[in-house]
């Protein structure tokens, strides 16, 4: 049977590598938005974004979510769009991609805690432990990280749980086994 699951959430919460252990686990295909984009344009993000502006990444992703979410029948897939893709400031765009992502498949919501302050600390600390986090992500708001993280959490987080289906809360699971955790919520062992 096919199964169709989206994994939103802000930037380092774990989306990419539970999707891959999800993905696995499910015998399904995994689609990593951000690295597809990079892989079709030629370059990072954050070389996009700074030439084109956020607003051409932001159609970008909508049409990859169009292409995916359009494309999907007949097989089960694991999807994980970028943080912003279902929260970002192109309201139409945003409006777009939340019901795209909604009529395909069951939408996860990643996120480290209830607490935002808390969430906003430990994504920072993954972030100090990304290289991509520096390298070849933009910045969002021109803040300092942490602060960066918790402007950018208390902007979304309506938007996240709007989209949302289900939320699981990662602090303390490697991401196998917040893969373990949705299998087990969602009914599907």
Known sequence: M?????IIGPRCVGKTNTGIYLAKALNA?????DPLIEKREGRTIK???EEK???????LE???INEVTSNGAGKSIVFA?????????????????VERLRAFGTVILLMPSKDL???ARIIRERMINDEKSSTQRPGLTGLYPHEEVLKTLNE?????LQAKNHVIYTDGLDERRVAEKIICDLGLS
């Open 117 to 119: 302050e808390e969430s």
């Open 2 to 6: 096919e199964q169709h699951i989206v």
């Open 156 to 160: 979304r987080i309506s938007s996240y």
């Open 29 to 33: 295909e995994f689609i990593d938005s």
């Open 81 to 97: 769009p970028g943080g912003g893709a279902v929260a970002h400031q192109y309201e139409e765009l945003r409006k777009q991609n």
């Open 47 to 49: 070389q996009i974004v």
């Open 62 to 64: 909508a049409q990859l």
């Open 53 to 59: 502006g956020w607003e051409h990444f932001r159609q």
